[in-house]
């Protein structure tokens, strides 16, 4: 159970995070971002500190229950220190495993599926359909909110080439057809013929199937077979999560300047955010996430949408 929160009431929680990061600098890993947020990383595990308007919000992770407990000790014991003016509480939750948090509450979840453009009688029965075919598999399916962004995102791009990483059954690639500029092309890579044989029918009677060009085949391939040529107007990444930091890679290179690469499930269920997960998937992740903050060639943001939907527009 290794992550913990704190909110510590403060009219100073800035000045705070200055002194915090400025102080354990000298033995630690620190940052202080232009916005006040500050990152302090120990041999332990790490702490982010964000000022609010009223008071200091702490988040520490580490990787097992006993680190934690030193991390939260040496932030606790140094920030009681610096506060001279007033007399702080650093009251901590209980800890939690990253694998039960809830990036959307249930009945926030709810309020979103019933306030987007509604899908409309093809997308339904599409969903349906995977619900009957698919049975435990079928919450791989985007969701119809995050499907109304999908087709957004494409209109917005002016999208003439897209790309979809995972299909499914179908579900995201009709959505992301029916946004294509008129012309326009979606190159939807997937390996199984089951599943995808699922949303045939629906991108028929959607009159989107001449603009759907289905490969099976490893996506990786697919992608590096493409022309080095930034052409792509938006991608959708949906599939295996150890290979994110490569379909990225691929795609990121041949977008367009002002094209979007959207990629789903970055939190993975809360278990990105917990250190203690250590599985190939869960460590790629955590590299892909670090590294688009970073990527000098796009400009990105990170949404709390369902399991986190990050969408990262080319320079």
Request: aromatic content about 6%; proline content about 6%; overall charge negative.
């Given at each position: 159970?290794?992550?913990?929160?704190?909110?510590?009431?403060?009219?100073?929680?800035a000045r705070y995070i200055k002194q915090l990061v400025s102080h354990m600098g000298q033995k630690a890993a620190t940052a202080l971002t232009p916005d006040g947020r500050g990152v302090i990383t120990?041999?332990?595990?790490?702490?982010?500190?964000?000022?609010?308007?009223?008071?200091?919000?702490?988040?520490?992770?580490?990787v097992d229950a006993e680190s934690l407990a030193g991390v939260q000790d040496v932030i606790t014991r140094h920030l009681v220190r610096f506060a001279t003016r007033e007399e702080l509480t650093v009251e901590w939750t209980a800890a939690i495993d990253g694998g039960e948090l809830e990036a959307v509450h249930p009945v926030v979840?709810?309020?979103?599926?019933?306030?987007?453009?509604?899908a409309d009688g093809?997308?339904?029965?599409?969903?349906?359909?995977?619900?009957?075919?698919?049975?435990?598999?079928?919450?791989?399916?985007?969701?119809?909110?995050e499907g109304a962004l999908l087709t957004m995102l494409t209109r917005l791009t002016g999208g003439?080439?897209?790309?979809?990483?995972?299909?499914?059954?179908g579900y995201s690639t009709l959505c992301i057809a029916r946004g294509l500029a008129a012309g326009g092309r979606l190159l939807a890579c997937d390996v199984s013929e089951e599943w995808t044989a699922i949303g045939r029918p629906h991108w028929e009677r959607a009159g989107v199937a001449d603009r759907i060009d289905l490969r099976i085949a490893p996506a990786l391939d697919t992608l590096?077979?493409?022309?080095?040529?930034?052409?792509?107007?938006?991608?959708?990444?949906?599939?295996?999560?150890?290979?994110?930091?490569?379909?990225?890679?691929e795609i990121v290179r041949r977008l367009r300047p002002g094209g979007l690469v959207?990629?789903?499930?970055v939190f993975l269920g809360g278990r990105v955010l917990d250190p203690a997960y250590q599985e190939e998937h869960h460590l790629a992740m955590r590299r892909l996430n670090e590294l688009i903050t970073l990527d000098?060639?796009?400009?990105?943001?990170?949404?709390?949408?369902?399991?986190?939907?990050?969408?990262?527009r080319r320079r």
């Open positions: 159970m290794p992550l913990a929160t704190a909110r510590v009431v403060t009219t100073r929680p120990l041999t332990a595990g790490s702490c982010s500190l964000t000022p609010t308007l009223d008071r200091l919000e702490l988040t520490a992770t580490a979840g709810e309020y979103l599926l019933g306030h987007h453009t509604p093809i997308l339904g029965e599409l969903a349906a359909a995977t619900r009957e075919a698919t049975a435990g598999a079928a919450h791989m399916q985007v969701s119809s909110d003439r080439f897209a790309v979809e990483v995972g299909v499914f059954t590096r077979a493409l022309d080095d040529e930034p052409v792509i107007d938006i991608a959708f990444v949906d599939a295996d999560k150890h290979n994110y930091p490569a379909y990225y890679e959207v990629l789903d499930n000098e060639r796009v400009d990105s943001v990170m949404l709390p949408v369902r399991d986190g939907v990050t969408i990262a």
